[in-house]
């Protein structure tokens, strides 16, 4: 995409689909899939573009056109750079997370009922 204005962006994984993505009217990917979202916030131009679905393996560059007179932040999760000019995203799968789970309340589950207002 050669031009985005916007508020913001955000790129998630499936576990972070469920969060801020959605709240910025993003998709909920379902676990296993292998999947990108990437989100705008408050898009101006093109105005009616909704974000897309990119392969897991995809690498999102964003170059700020005019760093000066628009500053632009990148945060991820609690670490946030200001006044950058480029910021470049992809997913390190070399970083393994342990994820805890309550059997009583099943993720996947919540991302259906999320989905389907169950």
């Not at 990119?54 to 932040?73: I, K, Q």
Request: aromatic fraction near 6%; charged fraction near 25%.
């Amino acid at each position: 995409m050669e031009e985005l204005i916007c508020d913001g962006a955000l790129v998630s994984t499936p576990a972070g689909s469920t969060a801020y993505n959605l709240s910025a009217h993003g998709p909920i990917i379902p676990l296993g899939a292998d999947l990108l979202a990437l989100t705008p916030i408050s898009a101006f131009r093109p105005r009616q573009w909704k974000g897309a679905l990119l392969p897991s393996g995809s690498t999102v560059t964003f170059e700020v056109l005019n760093p000066r007179d628009r500053p632009v932040s990148a945060v991820a999760d609690d670490t946030e750079i200001r006044r950058v000019k480029r910021v470049k995203i992809y997913e390190d799968r070399t970083v393994e997370p342990l994820l805890l789970f309550d059997p009583e309340h099943n993720l996947e589950d919540r991302i259906v009922r999320e989905q389907f207002l169950v």
